[in-house]
């Protein structure tokens, strides 16, 4: 049973920065996948990046492309999510996922959720 608490969440300004922090654990290896998908209030939830633990490899909308950016440290069993040039429309309820084997970018193949960290951009 793989565990997942995020952190990092909180408000910022338009055009500003936020790091959000995905711990994991109870993990079997590492052909892992960690996704970060996100639920603004009455949308559904959308799909924000994703990396697999073992090669490193990444997956981006177009929505968030060159503005955010995921990575792991295995060493710390810690998937992170480096959020720049911020604007309203991320306000989200953001959530941690995983699954094991490849990166998917849908949420219906990740079996393992956090409990979700708020992240409000005020304009």
Same mark, same amino acid.
């Given at each position: 049973q793989v565990q997942l608490v995020e952190s990092g969440g909180g408000l910022v300004?338009?055009?500003?920065?936020?790091?959000?922090?995905?711990?994991f654990s109870g993990?079997?290896?590492? =052909?892992? $996948?960690?996704g970060w998908f996100r639920? $603004?209030?009455?949308?559904g939830r959308e799909f924000v990046a994703a990396v697999h633990l073992s090669t490193g490899s990444t997956s981006y909308p177009d929505s968030v492309?060159?503005?955010f950016t995921?990575?792991?440290?295995?060493?710390? =069993?810690?998937?992170?999510?480096?959020?720049?040039?911020?604007?309203?429309?991320?306000?989200a309820v953001y959530y941690c996922a995983a699954k094991s084997g490849s990166i998917y970018s849908t949420q219906s193949a990740f079996n393992y959720w956090g409990q979700g960290t708020q992240v409000t951009v005020s304009s």
């Open positions: 300004q338009a055009g500003g920065s936020l790091r959000l922090s995905c711990a993990r079997a290896g590492s =052909n892992y $996948a960690v639920q $603004a209030p009455e949308k492309k060159g503005r995921i990575s792991r440290d295995n060493t710390k =069993n810690t998937v992170y999510l480096q959020m720049n040039t911020l604007k309203p429309e991320d306000t």
